[in-house]
């Protein structure tokens, strides 16, 4: 957050505060300015009475101690007027466009992790593929949009409660995202989660795909082996032709077996698609048999 002295105008009389619930972006802050600038930012701790566990983190940067040079730096080196004392809520795309830190892939990388470490957020991988950027401004929203869109990836801005936020899906745009901002531990942790929900989905897709294929077998050979009997009580297995009586018999006495393995017991064997055959017969004769009966 930038801040100025009450009623001033200048960079030189501001000062810079950024506050975080992230004790791990607070520490990266403060060696980033320190190692670029030389320059130990004051830090205070601020704890939520209501919540014990609420902390925030306040490092401040005066300007005394070099907060106009990092705004300068940052291409916010404008006048800061009274209104936007908390916060500079809206910075112009065009001013963004033309600033030399945007111009590079480098910088576009450096401008997404930023953003990234300020304000975003991945939902947990084992539910679902979400990542998002909350933002206070509805251009830098889209900015930071336009910088992802740069590298390929479907990224896309929502207005929810008063805030703009970018966000991205699917596992593909998480990753490539993880990889452009250089955030490669979290990059393989997301990855390891992919690829063991991957193998869920897998085993579940082939264990209900045989499941489904074993009822239908099942299904099969029990309507079958009614007919068959059907067959047997109301014609006899006499009237049958040889082929089908061989395969009554058999379907009888291997009531689990599939095509396949009913195929192999014929002498000599047939495939899948000849017993089949055979058997569709006798659901045919069973039926024709019922409909003279009149049970149809």
Same mark, same amino acid.
Not at 14 to 32: D, K, L
């Given at each position: ?151 390929? &990836? ?5 207005? +929810?409660?008063?805030?703009?936020? *970018?966000? #991205? =899906? @699917?596992?593909?745009? %998480? ?68 082929? &089908? ?5 058999? +379907?009888?006495?291997?009531?689990? *077996?599939? #095509? =396949? @393995?009913?195929?192999? %017991? ?31």
């Amino acid at each position: 957050m930038v801040g100025s002295d009450d009623n001033r105008e200048n960079l030189k009389d501001s000062n810079i505060r950024i506050i975080t619930e992230n004790a791990s972006f607070a520490r990266r802050v403060f060696s980033t300015i320190k190692k670029l600038y030389d320059i130990h930012p004051e830090i205070m701790i601020r704890k939520n009475k209501k919540f014990k566990k609420h902390v925030s983190y306040i490092l401040v940067i005066t300007s005394a101690f070099g907060g106009r040079r990092i705004l300068n730096d940052l291409g916010l080196g404008q006048k800061i007027s009274d209104k936007n004392e908390a916060f500079i809520k809206d910075i112009k795309s065009e001013q963004l466009k033309d600033n030399k830190i945007y111009r590079k892939s480098c910088c576009k990388r450096a401008f997404l992790r930023g953003a990234f470490l300020a304000g975003g957020s991945i939902s947990d991988p084992e539910k679902t593929y979400h990542l998002e950027i909350t933002s206070h401004s509805k251009s830098s929203a889209y900015r930071i949009c336009e910088a992802a869109v740069w590298f390929d &990836l479907n990224a896309k801005v929502v207005e +929810r409660k008063g805030n703009y936020v *970018a966000y #991205l =899906k @699917e596992g593909e745009n %998480l990753v490539d995202f993880l990889n452009i901002i250089g955030a490669h531990m979290a990059l393989l942790e997301l990855e390891n989660v992919r690829i063991l929900k991957g193998m869920r989905n897998d085993v579940n897709r082939i264990v209900n795909c045989e499941t489904a294929n074993l009822e239908k077998t099942v299904n099969a050979s029990v309507r079958q082996m009614e007919n068959i009997k059907y067959i047997q009580e109301n014609m006899g297995f006499d009237n049958l032709a040889d082929n &089908l009586r061989e395969i009554a018999e058999l +379907r009888l006495e291997y009531g689990e *077996a599939n #095509l =396949k @393995e009913l195929g192999e %017991l014929l002498n000599p064997p047939v495939g899948k698609s000849g017993v089949n055959h055979r058997l569709r017969k006798l659901d045919k004769i069973a039926e024709d048999l019922r409909r003279m009966k009149g049970e149809y």
